[in-house]
């Protein structure tokens, strides 16, 4: 569970000076491992982690200076999506502490996603992005409270469209999804 009262918001505030863009090229790895195709399966992204020996059994990063790429195709077909990309945000930040990289590039799931293609969605993933919603929208009511949070953190929070996630209906409504289309 993401408590983003606690954490601060998901939105990063924006940097006033452009940072420069990443290299094209990255100097060789004394191990590099390539991991794809984690379609929301928590499950399944923590053994591929655990086999490749970049995690413990707690799930912290174990991989010292090993290099991580993650090509892509993150989301879809499993119901654990928001998890998974916590995840493997935590995951580049202990990487990158021990001296390692966890690099996560977008695949042709992320791509369809953006693009509003969702046939390859599954229903706990709609029903995990709506309870996300909701937390999110509570820890912004929150922090709309506080006098003592970043007026520009706030600001870009405020700037979320929330309707672009559509609300789901509780299972076994009959109301139907014009938004998501759902393949088994």
């Known amino acids: 569970v993401v408590d983003t009262a606690y954490t601060g918001s998901c939105i990063a505030e924006p940097d006033p000076e452009p940072k420069e863009l990443p290299p094209l090229r990255l100097p060789a790895a004394k191990r590099l491992v390539a991991i794809g195709d984690l379609h929301g399966d928590l499950t399944k992204a923590l053994r591929a982690f655990r086999l490749a020996g970049l995690i413990d059994y707690k799930g912290q990063w174990s991989g010292g200076d090993a290099v991580c790429v993650q090509v892509g195709d993150i989301l879809d077909r499993g119901d654990?999506?928001?998890k998974l990309l916590f995840l493997l945000e935590r995951l580049q930040r202990?990487?990158?502490?021990?001296?390692?990289?966890?690099?996560?590039?977008?695949?042709?799931?992320?791509?369809?996603?953006?693009?509003?293609?969702?046939?390859?969605?599954?229903?706990?993933?709609?029903?995990?992005m709506a309870a996300w919603k909701r937390w999110h929208q509570f820890g912004q009511r929150l922090k709309s409270r506080c006098s003592s949070c970043s007026d520009t953190?706030?600001?870009?929070?405020?700037a979320i469209d929330a309707a672009s996630v559509p609300d789901v209906p509780a299972p076994g409504s009959s109301s139907g999804r014009s938004s998501r289309q759902f393949n088994p």
């Open 94 to 128: 202990q990487a990158q502490a021990a001296g390692g990289a966890l690099h996560v590039l977008n695949g042709n799931h992320e791509t369809m996603n953006v693009g509003g293609n969702f046939r390859y969605a599954t229903a706990g993933a709609d029903l995990e």
């Open 153 to 158: 953190a706030m600001a870009a929070a405020a």
């Open 80 to 82: 654990q999506e928001i």
